[in-house]
C-alpha cells in the first residue's frame, strides 16, 4: 500500500501561485488513480483535480484553467500548481488514491489512501 505526505501549502494573496507535492512511499504511482481535494471550513471535502494511470487530467469547475495536477517521472510525487488563486480556493488541501486503471468516475469514498492534508490561504 501507499502512504501520502502532502507539503507545500501557504499563505498567499489573491493572484498568487502556490505549487503542492504529494510524496509517496511504499509504492509508485503508477498503480493508482490520484487526486487532489480540498476542504474549507463548514463546507463538505470537494475534488479539485485527478489523474489517471496514464496521465489524463480532469479537474472540477471551479479551478480549471488556474490549477493543473501531473506527476513526476519516477511517479513517486504528485503535483498541483495552483494560479491565480482566490480567496474561495482557501483550504485543507489533501492527496487521496486509489488502485486500477478506473479513474474518471472515482468519488470520494472511492479513495483508499489519503495524506494528512496541507493548509492553503488565499486572502483577498
Known amino acids: 500500500q501507499v502512504q501520502l505526505v502532502e507539503s507545500g501549502g501557504g499563505s498567499v494573496q489573491a493572484g498568487g501561485s502556490l505549487t503542492l507535492s504529494c510524496a509517496a512511499s511504499g509504492d509508485t504511482y503508477d498503480r493508482y488513480c490520484m487526486a487532489w481535494f480540498r476542504q474549507a471550513p463548514g463546507r463538505e471535502r470537494e475534488r479539485v483535480a485527478r489523474?489517471?494511470?496514464?496521465?489524463?487530467?480532469s479537474y472540477s469547475d471551479p479551478v480549471k484553467g488556474r490549477f493543473t495536477i501531473s506527476k513526476d517521472n519516477a511517479e513517486t510525487t504528485l503535483y498541483l500548481q495552483m494560479n491565480n488563486l482566490k480567496p474561495d480556493d482557501t483550504g485543507i488541501y489533501y492527496c487521496?488514491?486509489?488502485?486500477?486503471?478506473?479513474?474518471?468516475?472515482?468519488?470520494?469514498?472511492?479513495?483508499?489512501?489519503w495524506g494528512q492534508g496541507t493548509q492553503v490561504t488565499v486572502s483577498s
Open positions: 489523474i489517471s494511470l496514464a496521465g489524463t487530467a
Open positions: 487521496a488514491a486509489v488502485a486500477g486503471i478506473i479513474c474518471l468516475d472515482r468519488r470520494l469514498g472511492d479513495f483508499t489512501y
